[in-house]
């Protein structure tokens, strides 16, 4: 009698896994980028005189948020 390849029912059940993690991430991204506003529109509030300009360079990019401890 063949002994069973734990091994290969190990990587099977990690690539489901992995799978359905990325399904998930993807319905997730769809829905974040369909409740977003479009970024084409103008603002319906003119831009007040006084306050500085940012540049393009300050902005950051559009992405998840990533919150690092300070280095001690």
Known sequence: M???NYS???RQRELAKKKKQDAKDARKREAR???????DSP???PAATDA???SDAAETPAGPRIHRR???
């Open 8 to 10: 290969f029912e190990k």
């Open 33 to 39: 980028e369909s409740s977003a506003p479009p970024q």
């Open 70 to 72: 300070p280095a001690t």
């Open 2 to 4: 063949a002994k069973p």
């Open 52 to 54: 500085p300009q940012a």
């Open 43 to 45: 603002s319906p509030e």
